[in-house]
T-cell receptor
Framework: DQQVKQNSPSLSVQEGRISILNCDYT??????FLWYKKYPAEGPTFLIS?????DKNEDGRFTVFLNKSAKHLSLHIVPSQPGDSAVYFC???????????FGSGTQLTVLP | NAGVTQTPKFRVLKTGQSMTLLCAQD?????MYWYRQDPGMGLRLIHY???????AKGEVPDGYNVSRLKKQNFLLGLESAAPSQTSVYFC?????????????FGSGTRLTVV
């Protein structure tokens, strides 16, 4: 039973437009959420995070939104660039547990 | 600053063979983790360690053993490899007392069991 779900395996977006990646979770004990980016033949790298006490966190072109009542978070990338093409993993944790539970990932392709 | 280094990067094993994957980190991180990545499954935690000499089971520990004899190294062993263990394995490390943002991953080991 996957506790973190990314229901879209892939997403294609035109360069300059907005990319929206979605993630749902089932475990109400999760209180910290992260997005990781992964290029082929490399390990995942941290992108952005959000604590459950917030509903939005912004870092440059990347914004993460958290809807606790719906157990849903999303990552917005504006504007999308070809270099953003990668697999994006959503991850969640209970802060004190210090173990990340990952979603299955979404392959984002930004078309020039 | 090498970060997290995994060896080997690729390996092909026959069913029943054994091998050890090595993870080394030079950031003085207390915590270390082993994940496997399979298509459609994301990254799943195999085992982790909260300090030298300690290990604990993650989500999918069966068929694997680990050891952390030194703070900087975390070994993942397969005693009798099975085709179901064909996967990409990632090691990660983090500080114990800082944000979860601080996970650092290695570049992975692609293992094929035939």
């Amino acid at each position: 039973d996957q506790q973190v779900k990314q229901n879209s395996p892939s997403l294609s977006v035109q360069e300059g437009r907005i990319s929206i990646l979605n993630c749902d979770y089932t475990n109400s004990m999760f209180d910290y959420f992260l997005w990781y980016k992964k290029y082929p033949a490399e390990g995942p790298t941290f992108l952005i995070s959000i604590s459950s006490i917030k509903d939005k966190n912004e870092d440059g072109r990347f914004t993460v939104f958290l809807n606790k009542s719906a157990k849903h978070l999303s990552l917005h990338i504006v504007p999308s660039q070809p270099g953003d093409s990668a697999v994006y993993f959503c991850a969640a944790s209970k802060w004190t547990a210090r173990q990340l539970t990952f979603g299955s990932g979404t392959q984002l392709t930004v078309l020039p | 600053n090498a970060g997290v280094t995994q060896t080997p990067k690729f390996r092909v094993l026959k069913t029943g063979q054994s091998m050890t994957l090595l993870c080394a980190q030079d950031m003085n991180h207390e915590y270390m983790y082993w994940y496997r990545q399979d298509p459609g499954m994301g990254l799943r935690l195999i085992h982790y360690s909260v300090g030298e000499g300690t290990t604990a089971k993650g989500e999918v520990p069966d068929g694997y053993n680990v050891s952390r004899l030194k703070k900087q190294n975390f070994l993942l062993g397969l005693e009798s490899a099975a085709p179901s263990q064909t996967s990409v394995y990632f090691c990660a490390s983090s500080y114990a007392d800082r944000g979860l943002d601080g996970y650092t991953f290695g570049s992975g080991t692609r293992l094929t069991v035939v």
